[in-house]
């Protein structure tokens, strides 16, 4: 009887602790692995960009779905994997870490700190894949973003929520002019994401290290999936930096990404593809390598104040081959930006830096976005250079030129060597647009151009020191409304320059 109690108890404990559980896991098994490439069998009911996990702790993400086995993209080392080996479905999306923990940090492409700083502290996730927001979440682009760069500022002009390509070929100086825009940002309301896709790791030391130095970082994300990565890494981390970005969009922060460089991710999605045995097209491409950057980059906008007011900003770099934008990736992502910058490395050589193409750099809504006093000031300038680099081909043949001709090509050089910037030197707007007043009412005119830099200078200290009134109302987006005063101003600086340097003083304007 004693013994009928214990067991009738025993089975009573046993039905007490069984768990109801709501589904049965689903495993898979590793069929085939190589090449930073899994395909498992067994996995059924897995999604498209599911979440998977191997035996070894290891992160894979589902990129294929065929009738008896799904194509995993492995995300680090796969050389722990081996066939048989039992893959588990996570139920959940390819997600990365998202917050304000993220800022001053350097990550790898799923979030995890390797700056040697500590773990990151956070507590929120994000798709790394999600829906751009719609039209009627959207407004328009009407707030500029400075660059202080001055070619662009004036040129091509950028505004929070727009998507501008900077394109040219290697060592042209793309990276440096978005190292110099996130150094712009200091003191200004923008949080700042840098994703270097298949750079050197030496290369984006220097990199933080220039942030760092230049007190850019506390306010920086800098996210690198370096060349030695699997290519799957150089993939998702557009993706991933862009979901953080969405985190601070959707509080009402505003924000400025830049993709360092999209034809690297794009031959690192090839690779994968083809390893995947999707069916190649146009140079080997894929034919969803359009969408690849098209979804990527249309999560860039300004949202509705109804939705906090928000924006992405992205500056997506392309490489070019001997400067040919006509190339499969260039064209693609052209027609998806809202305008391009085209470094061109003849103008780079000959000691033209930022070497802006201004005929072949368009920024389609930057204008509407631009400050007022820039507009007026800026106005004729694009024309005025395309006239002096079609005049100075012209004049190089050595035949005779009118008066005319020449005071056109003495601007054209003058105009040249103000757009001319040192490295990390961002100018910020009331200057700039002071020193384009003063470039179109002639007071750069009479000053030889060697000294057209010390000139700029000695204007930009007088400004800062004794005009802080003025460059505050010019960078509020206040017009130009006391044109004399601002060019007695200009008089006198350039009348105390002269005399400082020996030059004869001349009325300054021509107008």
């Known amino acids: 009887m004693t013994l009928e109690?214990?067991?009738?108890?025993?089975?009573?404990?046993?039905?007490?602790?069984?768990?109801?559980?709501?589904?049965?896991?689903?495993?898979?098994?590793?069929?085939?692995?190589?090449?930073?490439?899994?395909?498992?069998?067994?996995?059924?009911?897995?999604?498209?960009?599911?979440m998977v996990e191997f035996m070894d702790g290891t992160i894979g993400m589902v990129q294929n779905l065929e009738d008896n086995q799904v194509g995993i993209i492995i995300f680090g080392s796969y050389?722990?994997?081996?066939?048989?080996?039992?893959?588990?479905?996570?139920?959940?999306?390819?997600?990365?870490?998202?917050?304000?923990?993220?800022?001053?940090?350097v990550v790898d492409s799923l979030g995890?700190?390797?700056?040697?700083?500590?773990p990151i502290e956070s507590i929120s996730f994000r798709p790394v894949e999600a829906p751009a927001p719609g039209i009627m979440e959207r407004q328009s682009v009407k707030k500029p973003l400075q660059t202080g760069i001055k070619a662009i500022d004036s040129l091509v002009p950028i505004g929070r929520g727009q998507r501008e390509l900077i394109i040219g070929d290697r060592k042209t100086?793309?990276?440096?002019l978005a190292i110099d825009t996130i150094l712009n940002q200091r003191g200004k309301d923008m949080i700042c994401i840098y994703v270097a896709i298949g750079q050197k790791e030496s290369t984006v030391k220097n990199i933080v290290k220039t942030l760092n130095n230049y007190q850019a970082l506390p306010y920086t994300i800098v996210m690198t999936a370096s060349a030695s990565k699997p290519a799957p890494m150089l993939y998702i981390a557009p993706y991933a930096a862009t979901a953080m970005a969405e985190e601070f969009m959707y509080q009402g922060k505003h924000v400025l990404i830049i993709y360092d460089d999209l034809s690297k991710q794009a031959a690192a999605y090839r690779e994968m593809s083809l390893l995947l045995k999707r069916p190649p097209g146009r140079e080997a491409y894929p034919g969803d390598i359009f969408y690849l950057h098209s979804r990527l980059l249309e999560r860039s906008a300004k949202l509705s104040d109804e939705l906090g007011g928000g924006s992405i900003t992205s500056l997506p770099i392309v490489e070019t081959q001997a400067g040919d934008i006509s190339a499969y990736i260039p064209t693609n992502v052209i027609s998806i930006t809202d305008g391009q910058i085209f470094l061109q490395s003849d103008l780079f050589f000959s000691g033209v830096r930022p070497?802006?193409?201004?005929?072949?750099?368009?920024?389609?809504?930057?204008?509407?976005a631009q400050l007022k006093a820039m507009k007026q000031v800026s106005g004729t300038l694009r024309l005025d250079l395309a006239s002096y680099r079609e005049l100075e081909a012209f004049s190089s043949f050595g035949s005779d030129i009118d008066?005319?001709?020449?005071?056109?090509?003495?601007?054209?050089?003058?105009?040249?060597?103000?757009l001319k910037q040192p490295l990390h030197h961002p100018v910020r707007a009331g200057v700039q647009i002071v020193n384009f007043f003063a470039l179109s009412h002639g007071f750069y005119d009479d000053i030889p151009l060697n000294l057209i830099q010390e000139f700029e200078l000695e204007l930009t200290d007088h400004l800062e020191r004794n005009e802080m009134t003025l460059l505050k109302n010019l960078e509020n987006n206040q017009a130009i409304s006391d044109e004399e005063a601002l060019q007695e101003?200009?008089?006198?600086?350039?009348r105390s320059f002269k005399l400082s340097h020996n030059l004869s003083v001349e009325a300054g304007s021509d107008e």
Do not use: W
């Open 403 to 418: 008066e005319m001709t020449a005071r056109q090509l003495n601007r054209g050089q003058r105009i040249v060597e103000v």
């Open 112 to 118: 995890r700190p390797i700056d040697d700083l500590g």
């Open 355 to 368: 070497a802006i193409n201004a005929g072949l750099s368009v920024s389609r809504v930057g204008g509407s």
């Open 79 to 105: 050389e722990h994997i081996h066939e048989g080996d039992i893959v588990h479905r996570l139920y959940k999306t390819m997600e990365v870490p998202v917050g304000s923990a993220l800022l001053g940090r």
């Open 5 to 50: 109690k214990d067991f009738t108890q025993d089975v009573i404990d046993r039905i007490k602790k069984y768990q109801v559980v709501d589904k049965m896991e689903e495993v898979g098994t590793v069929s085939y692995i190589g090449d930073g490439i899994a395909f498992c069998k067994g996995l059924d009911q897995a999604m498209y960009g599911e």
């Open 173 to 176: 100086g793309k990276t440096s």
């Open 489 to 494: 101003i200009l008089s006198n600086v350039s």
